[in-house]
Structure formats: structure tokens, C-alpha cells
């Protein structure tokens, strides 16, 4: 069964950290995971769909061979780790979904299955007929064979990319803090809740702390950028905390004060667009004159060869590129016509169906 992305405006993207589906031993949280696969059941029950996207491999699979001692930091023994933490944790997950009769469908996505377009439509393909089939989709990174220096190192991106896959409406990021906090509360005990955020500006950011918990990849500012990714995708994020009680269906019910809330921008960048400006990866960058960067960021113009001030990197026709100003503003991010040591060659450096504004 093939739905469109039309058809899919009620789909949930949840992600889940490795500290909150761990115990402080490194275990396995079955509580947390019935708590949140109840929550899930019952959004599917309402006629939802739901993909979630959970952390934990590394940290349950260590658990299960490392005897107690100190996790390793080297990429290929914890790389062989998550080889044997992913079955354990989709067995857990398989167990609580079994409880109210769903089937659970493992999805590993790497960063070429959102890089290649046509892998991203594929990875789109098999969650749709994940959900046909009435499976919940659990998606995951492909620690185990994922190149260390291409890979994401955190789920907040991926579960922000996986959402602009599937058009959904919502993120959720599940983690073991209240939400966007004003400060580190490990340094202020005078940290508050920030409730709600409609611009991701440079206090907002600043204000996004590190992992307190050492176990995972990400930590707050992932979350931050990952809502700022949702957000141009005109996606809402709830920012909130795993272990609160029925936390999935009280955010789903919009319940005020629970964890932290990102607006998404008024205008949404189409489906491509939003894989160019987050999915697609930068091989370069060229600097353009006033009169383009005018052109690009006021008028929405393609960036012709006349503008170009310099380059920088190595790229070639079909990859993609920043552009900044002459001052180091980034304007824009696009799909190149030409390679980078052709410029000379064509008009069109980047053409405006290709190119998403960024300033």
C-alpha cells in the first residue's frame, strides 16, 4: 500500500536518547520503553502515524560484553558494540509493541541514504510501506558499518531529517531533561524552563548545555539544531522529558508547560529544498559580490558567474555549495551547475529552483 506525502500530515517522528532508554548500568529501560510505546499505541489507535527513532545500541550492547569495564572511545570496537546492542534493543522494543499487537519494522539509515536523492526516496518508500502494513517503523543510525567521519553521531539530526522524509507535522525529542533550559542548571541552580521558542536565535542557542549524562552523542545543542532543521521544514518540535509520566500523549494534547515548544517558520521549504539546505552534504563554498548576494537573498535570483568573487573546495556539477557574502555571511546553500574549476563555462552557477536562502 503507497500513500503519498499529502496523505501523510499526521505522521509523529520520536526520538528517544540513549539516556533515557538506558539505566545508569548501561541496561536496557524496559519501564521507560512500555511508557512510551503505550503512548504510541494509543496515537496509532487515534488513526496517527507514528516513527520513532531510538539511541541506546552502543550503550546496551557494552552492557552485554564489556564486563563492567570503562566503554571504550575507539570508532571500531564501539562500532562492533552496536552490532550487539541493536538486537537487544529492538527485542526490547519488539516485546512492549507486542503488548498491543503491533509489529515493529528495524529501518538502518546512514548518511548516503539522504545524501543520494534516490535513496531517499527509497528510505521515504519503505516507511510508507512499513505503515501500509501496519508496522511501526523503528529507525536507527547504522552504527555498526557507518564511515566514522561521514556518519551523523547523534539521532537529534537524523530524527529531524526523517521528519522532512515523511512530512510530519511534529518531532518530538525525548530526553533526561526538562526541555531548553535558560543556562546549564549544573552551573546555575537558578536555570528555568524555557517554554516556548519561536526564533532559534544566538541566545537560544547559547543557552543549549552538553550531554550531562556521558552515555550519549548528542546533548542539547543537537536538539537545538535539529529543531532549527525542523523548523525551516515547518515542522513544530517538543523538546521534553522521556521519564514523565505519559509524556508522548500529554505532548501530542498539547499540554502547556511540558517541555520545550519550537514554532516552525510561517513559510515551509518544499520537500527538495529542505533535503538541499539539511540532507544534501556541503562539498564547497564561493563567496559572490554585493550585487548577487542582493540579488540571492532580496529577489530570490539564481547566482550567475558574473557574481562570483572565489571558491573554495573541491566540487563538481550536481553537488552542493554555501554561499556567502564578501563579509563571511552565509546567504545561501545550492546545487552547483558547474564544476569548480569550470565556473568560466556557463551562466548559471546555481540555478533559484536549486538554491535555498538561508540568511
Do not use: C
Amino acid at each position: 500500500m503507497n500513500m503519498t506525502i499529502s496523505m501523510m500530515s499526521d505522521a509523529v517522528v520520536i526520538k528517544i536518547g540513549t539516556s533515557s532508554v538506558t539505566t545508569k548500568e548501561g541496561r536496557i529501560d524496559v519501564q521507560v520503553l512500555a511508557n512510551v510505546g503505550a503512548d504510541i499505541a494509543k496515537h496509532l489507535g487515534n488513526g496517527g502515524r507514528v516513527v520513532l527513532v531510538t539511541s541506546g545500541a552502543i550503550t546496551a550492547g557494552w552492557s552485554a560484553v564489556g564486563g563492567g569495564a570503562a566503554r571504550p572511545t575507539d570508532a571500531q570496537t564501539l562500532q562492533a558494540v552496536s552490532a550487539v546492542g541493536q538486537p537487544l534493543l529492538m527485542d526490547a522494543w519488539r516485546g512492549v509493541f507486542a503488548e498491543h499487537n503491533l509489529p515493529v519494522g528495524q529501518v538502518l539509515l546512514a548518511p548516503h541514504d539522504f545524501a543520494d536523492r534516490s535513496q531517499y526516496l527509497h528510505a521515504r518508500g519503505t516507511i510508507e510501506a512499513l505503515w501500509g502494513l501496519g508496522i511501526v517503523p523503528i529507525v536507527n543510525e547504522n552504527d555498526a558499518v557507518a564511515d566514522e567521519e561521514i556518519r551523523y553521531g547523534d539521532n537529534d539530526r537524523l530524527a529531524a531529517l526523517v521528519a522532512n522524509l515523511v512530512g510530519a507535522t511534529r518531532l518530538i525529542l525525548l530526553t533526561d531533561t526538562p526541555g531548553l533550559l535558560t543556562s546549564d542548571p549544573r552551573l546555575d541552580p537558578n536555570a528555568t524552563l524555557i517554554a516556548e521558542v519561536q526564533n532559534l536565535d544566538d541566545e537560544i542557542t547559547s543557552a543549549a548545555s552538553g550531554s550531562t549524562s556521558g552515555v550519549g552523542s548528542g546533548g542539547m545543542a543537537s536538539k537545538v539544531a535539529a529543531a532549527r532543521m525542523a523548523q525551516w521544514s515547518g515542522i513544530t518540535t517538543v523538546i521534553a522529558p522521556a521519564r514523565e509520566g505519559r509524556v508522548v500523549e500529554r505532548v501530542l494534547g498539547e499540554e502547556v508547560g511540558l517541555g520545550t515548544t519550537v514554532r516552525p517558520r510561517s513559510e515551509r521549504l518544499s520537500a527538495r529544498k529542505a533535503w538541499i539546505a539539511f540532507a544534501l552534504p556541503t562539498k564547497g563554498s564561493i563567496v559572490v559580490n554585493e550585487g548577487a548576494a542582493e540579488a540571492l537573498e532580496r529577489d530570490g535570483r539564481s547566482l550567475l558567474a558574473v557574481g562570483v568573487v572565489r571558491t573554495s573546495g573541491v566540487f563538481s556539477a550536481g553537488e552542493a555549495v554555501e554561499l556567502y557574502s564578501e563579509a563571511g555571511r552565509l546567504i545561501a546553500k545550492g546545487v552547483v551547475r558547474v564544476s569548480h574549476d569550470a565556473l568560466g563555462e556557463t551562466d548559471v552557477v546555481v540555478h533559484r529552483d536549486e538554491l535555498v536562502v538561508l540568511a
